[in-house]
C-alpha cells in the first residue's frame, strides 16, 4: 500500500511529513496508518491527525513483517502474507 502525500493528502503535504510523524499498526486481518500533526493545508495554524483503516484484508497477514518507508512525498507499507501466494486485492 503506499500514499502520496501530495496528491492523497492536499498539494505540499509532502514538506511538512516527518517520518517521526508516521504510525503504523498492523494485524492478522487489519491495517491502520496514522499520520500524526501534519497540517490541513499549507499554513501550520490547523494541525490534524489522518487515519486510514484497510479491513479485513483480503489475506491474513505476519504483523511482525510488516515495514514501512517514507521518502520523498511517499509512504510504502508492505505487508507479508500468513500463505504463500500472490495477492489478488488489498482489502475485501
Do not use: C, Y
Not at 501530495?6 to 498492523?26: H, M, N
Not at 487489519?30 to 486510514?52: N, T
Amino acid at each position: 500500500f503506499s500514499i502520496n502525500f501530495d496528491k492523497d493528502l492536499w498539494e505540499g503535504a509532502s514538506s511538512f511529513v516527518q517520518v517521526s510523524q508516521v504510525r503504523i499498526d498492523s494485524s492478522a486481518t487489519s491495517l491502520e496508518i496514522r499520520l500524526q500533526g501534519i497540517p490541513v493545508a499549507d499554513r501550520m495554524d490547523v494541525l490534524a491527525d489522518w487515519r486510514l483503516v484497510l479491513s479485513p484484508l483480503f489475506a491474513r497477514v505476519e504483523p511482525s513483517m510488516t515495514t514501512h518507508k517514507v521518502r520523498g512525498n511517499k509512504l510504502t507499507v508492505k505487508l507479508a502474507k500468513s500463505k504463500q501466494g500472490a495477492w489478488k486485492k488489498g482489502v475485501k
